[in-house]
T-cell receptor, first 116, second 112 residues
């Protein structure tokens, strides 16, 4: 059973550019959530995808968008990059929507994005 | 709007002693709470959770206490071990998995 993987591990972009981050969910998982973790802060929920449909969104502007593919892997796209977008981007996968304290969400190692 | 707060950015504890990490929240609608542990260059890993209908959950060396009236939870680690040195995040959720609100984290250092 493979865990959650993310690519690339590190990325440097300049302000105004666009970026695509990728996430492969754990085998058997059909739900992917994306988080942004700025330096010194906890992860902030961006959005969640369940069976290729967006299922909830945090307080992020529309230039943050995503996709989930039939194999349940996912992409996070950020347009018109700003300096404040520099952060660690984490994805997490789970099986179904579940809920409750029996947490079975698994995080990937993250992609470190630096915007200059 | 920071709904989950960890007011102690760091904690240093001797090996073998108790580590107590604290977390406060503002939204009474949260129905479960979790603690995650994070090592550098790795994603957070789930540690322990508690439902809002309980006040205590224990798993080995880890115990989480929930005080709903005070909107406060704490994580106790007994005894602390060097491998426990990591950043600990408190998180809260309602409804389906994945849409979690995280605190800013507490860096724990366990010294010999």
């Amino acid at each position: 059973e493979t865990g959650v993987t993310q690519s690339p591990t590190h990325l440097i972009k300049t302000r105004g550019q666009q970026v695509t981050l990728r996430c492969s969910s754990q085998s058997g998982h059909n739900t992917v959530s994306w988080y942004q973790q700025a330096l010194g802060q906890g992860p902030q929920f961006i959005f969640q995808y369940y069976r290729e449909e967006e299922n909830g969104r945090g307080n992020f502007p529309p230039r943050f968008s995503g996709l989930q593919f039939p194999n349940y892997s996912s992409e996070l796209n950020v347009n018109a990059l700003e300096l404040d977008d520099s952060a660690l981007y984490l994805c997490a996968s789970s099986s179904g929507l579940g809920g409750g304290a029996q947490e079975t969400q698994y995080f990937g190692p993250g992609t470190r994005l630096l915007v200059l | 709007d920071q709904q989950v707060k960890q007011n102690s950015p760091s904690l240093s504890v001797q090996e073998g002693r108790i580590s107590i990490l604290n977390c406060d929240y503002t939204n009474s609608m949260f129905d479960y709470f979790l603690w995650y542990k994070k090592y550098p260059a790795e994603g957070p890993t789930f540690l322990i959770s508690i439902s809002s209908i309980k006040d205590k959950n224990e798993d080995g060396r880890f115990t989480v206490f929930l005080n709903k009236s005070a909107k406060h939870l704490s994580l106790h680690i007994v005894p602390s071990q060097p491998g426990d040195s990591a950043v600990y995040f408190c998180a809260a959720g309602k409804g389906s998995w994945g849409k979690l609100q995280f605190g800013a984290g507490t860096q724990v250092v366990v010294t010999p």
